[in-house]
């Protein structure tokens, strides 16, 4: 079975850090690029950050130099550390590992079901 599941959210004023994990299982975690999302009410959703099984990373750039994406493949987990903290990063944050097609094979994605994140004074 497949399990995808964040951790970390929680209420922080602005300029606050938090530091979100996405830990996985039942997937081949070294294999797939790692994705987060976020999705705030009336909003939609946005790619946030991604690193790449060899882990290059990228960020949106909102909140490039805040935001910093990392992965530990023998724990099979991806993490979202986030600093200065805005209200405008208020959301639900998703882990995603990204679908991927390897030697002809197609190796579907996967969600988690997402962790409050709530930036507010």
């Known amino acids: 079975q497949v399990h995808v599941v964040e951790s970390g959210g929680g209420l922080v004023q602005p300029g606050g850090s938090l530091r979100l994990s996405c830990a996985t299982s039942g997937i081949i975690f070294a294999m797939y690029p790692m994705r987060w999302y976020r999705q705030a009410p009336g909003k939609e959703r946005e790619l946030v950050a991604r690193?790449?099984?060899?882990?290059?990373?990228t960020y949106t750039d909102s909140v490039k130099g805040r935001f910093s994406i990392s992965r530990d493949n023998a724990k099979n987990t991806v993490y979202l550390q986030m600093n200065a903290l805005k209200p405008e990063d208020t959301a639900v944050y998703y882990c995603?590992?990204?679908?991927?097609?390897?030697?002809?094979?197609?190796?579907?994605?996967?969600w988690g079901q997402g962790t409050q994140v709530t930036v507010s004074s």
């Open positions: 690193i790449a099984s060899g882990g290059t990373v």
């Open positions: 995603n590992a990204e679908e991927i097609t390897y030697k002809g094979t197609y190796y579907s994605g996967h």
